[in-house]
Structure formats: C-alpha cells, structure tokens
C-alpha cells in the first residue's frame, strides 16, 4: 500500500516563504517511474494543479500563477517531493495534496491527505 504524507504547512504572511514536503512510503517500484506532483484546493474552489516533476531527466512544469515563486524537486534516494513556495500570496491558501501518479501504468495514481496553507497578514 502506497501512502503518501505531506507535512510543512501552516500559517504565514503575504510576500513569506513555507516549505512543504511529501514522505512517499510502500512504493515497490522505483521511484524514479512516478511523476511527483503538488494540487491545491483553496475554499469553495475546485482542485487544481500547482507542480509536477518527472525524472530522466528531471524536468518541472507549474501552474502559471505560481511561476518564479515555486519550486519543486525530488529525491529519489529519500523517495520525498518537495514545493518551496517563496513570495506567497493571500491567494495561495488551500489545502496542498501531493500525488504520485506512475508514468507507464495505468491506474498507479496515489494522494496524500493534506496539508493546509494559510496566507495572512
């Protein structure tokens, strides 16, 4: 069973930075063949996708709004994603999920049950 935590949230004020992280566990396939990404769900809004990262090689895609704000990265010997979010704004609150999603197989898709980010000053 793959279980996926995330951890790091908590409340900050606008233009400060929070790091969040995702510990993946139960994963028997290599880490290396699932693409790591970071949703949100402010309130009254629907999910949507904030960053992703795949290996070989590591490439990144955002959200535009969080661009030049956000990173994410990966290591694969400690199996865990990350998602440094610099300058944030109120807009950034919600709730962060982290999921992995297998490259080639079909239906190897798992989430973590949130973290929660609050902006405000």
């Known amino acids: 069973q793959v279980h996926l935590v995330e951890s790091g949230g908590g409340l900050v004020q606008p233009g400060g930075s929070l790091r969040l992280s995702c510990a993946a566990s139960g994963i028997s396939a290599s880490f290396s063949n699932y693409e790591m990404r970071w949703y949100r769900q402010a309130p009254g809004r629907e999910r949507e996708f904030v960053a992703g990262?795949?290996?070989?090689?590591?490439?990144?895609d955002y959200v535009e709004s969080v661009k030049d704000r956000f990173t994410i990265t990966r290591d694969k010997a400690k199996k865990t994603s990350t998602l440094q979010m610099n300058s944030l704004k109120l807009e950034d609150t919600g709730v962060y999920f982290c999921?992995?999603?297998?490259?080639?197989?079909?239906?190897?898709?798992?989430w973590g049950k949130g973290t929660l980010v609050t902006v405000s000053s």
């Open positions: 999921n992995a999603v297998h490259t080639t197989v079909p239906g190897l898709d798992f």
């Open positions: 990262i795949i290996t070989t090689p590591d490439t990144a």
